[in-house]
């Protein structure tokens, strides 16, 4: 059992929820952070928290020292910046281990990451799930779909904003059933060096989804459509916004059918529905701010 965990990017928004499954499950953690201080403010207080930072080697080796395993939350706003959490992070973990073969390394994917440089982060995911499947250590990759975490960025003063169509079926997942299969394989070694496709039971477009959402909040909204044509001219000046845009066209092409029920037999089924997320979202008190 790999019980004691290192997390990078665990403060994130969907990096949150699974560190507070993997506490209740009895592991014991410790965070990366640049912002110690920002850091204690969003994890719970038994989650051991040290200074460091992706791009200072030293100190990634020294707080991954007595850890089973590594786990990576990364994310990356600007594909073209000079350095990437996504991927030159990833690369960097990975330097900072050599001589540690013992310790397993995991990271938050996504389902359909490839090499397809329409959309520049996509390549990157792809690039950072080869890198690690081909280094000396064991290695464990999450490939999630669309999570019950994104829904509340939507929605804004009574506003539901819906990008593209909205039609596509989805199999949200919440980061708590995330974090339930991350715990099972880290109790396991035999689930290692495996792509863990993520997704929940229930398929619904992103329209569905907001009714069910605001519905459980007790809310009113106003579902807004925006045209992939529109977001489309919207992001031709901010990068960020673009590499969005290209999110929402890959989405729209992704398969109708669940592609984890591999997953589910190995790791258990997800269990969250979307009324189960504000439930939990508001007993946690953690509700996701950013905004696209």
């Given amino acids: 059992m790999r019980k004691r965990i290192l997390a990078i990017g665990g403060h994130g928004m ?9 506490l209740k499950e009895g592991f014991e953690l410790r965070a990366l952070a640049r912002n110690p201080e920002k850091a204690r403010a969003l994890l719970p207080s038994s989650v051991e928290i040290v200074a460091g930072d992706l791009k200072d080697l030293d100190s990634i ?3 991954a020292e007595g850890m089973d395993a590594v786990y990576l939350n990364l994310a990356t706003e600007r594909p073209s910046a000079p350095f990437r959490p996504e991927l030159d992070g990833c690369l960097q973990v990975l330097k900072a281990l050599e001589g540690r073969q013992d310790i397993l390394v995991a990271r938050l994917s996504a389902l359909g990451s490839s090499p397809d440089e329409n959309w520049p982060n996509s390549l990157q995911k792809w690039q950072a799930d080869d890198a690690l499947r081909k280094s000396s250590f064991p290695w464990i ?3 999630p779909g669309w999570f019950m975490e994104s829904l509340p960025l939507f929605f804004r003063r009574g506003i539901f904003m819906i990008p593209g169509t909205g039609r596509n079926p989805l199999y949200w997942i919440a980061g708590d059933d995330l974090g339930r299969h991350v715990a099972a394989a880290f109790r396991d070694s035999s689930l290692e060096n495996r792509d863990y496709n993520i997704e929940g039971r229930e398929a619904l477009s992103i329209r569905e989804a907001a009714g069910r959402f605001t519905k459980a909040l007790g809310k009113r909204a106003l579902k807004l459509s925006i045209p992939l044509s529109m ?4 992001a ?3 990068e960020a916004l673009d590499d969005f845009h290209r999110l929402i066209l ?3 092409q992704l398969p109708e059918e669940v ?5 589910w037999e190995l790791l258990g089924e997800p269990r969250m529905s979307i009324e189960d997320y504000v439930e939990y979202m508001l007993e946690c008190n953690d509700i996701p701010r950013k905004s696209f």
């Fill in 250 to 252: 890959h989405t729209e």
């Fill in 141 to 143: 990759i999450f490939k």
């Fill in 236 to 238: 031709r000046r901010n």
């Fill in 14 to 22: 969907l990096g949150r929820p699974v560190l507070r499954h993997l």
């Fill in 231 to 234: 977001l489309g001219c919207l």
């Fill in 61 to 63: 080796a020294r707080a």
């Fill in 259 to 263: 592609q984890s029920r591999e997953t």
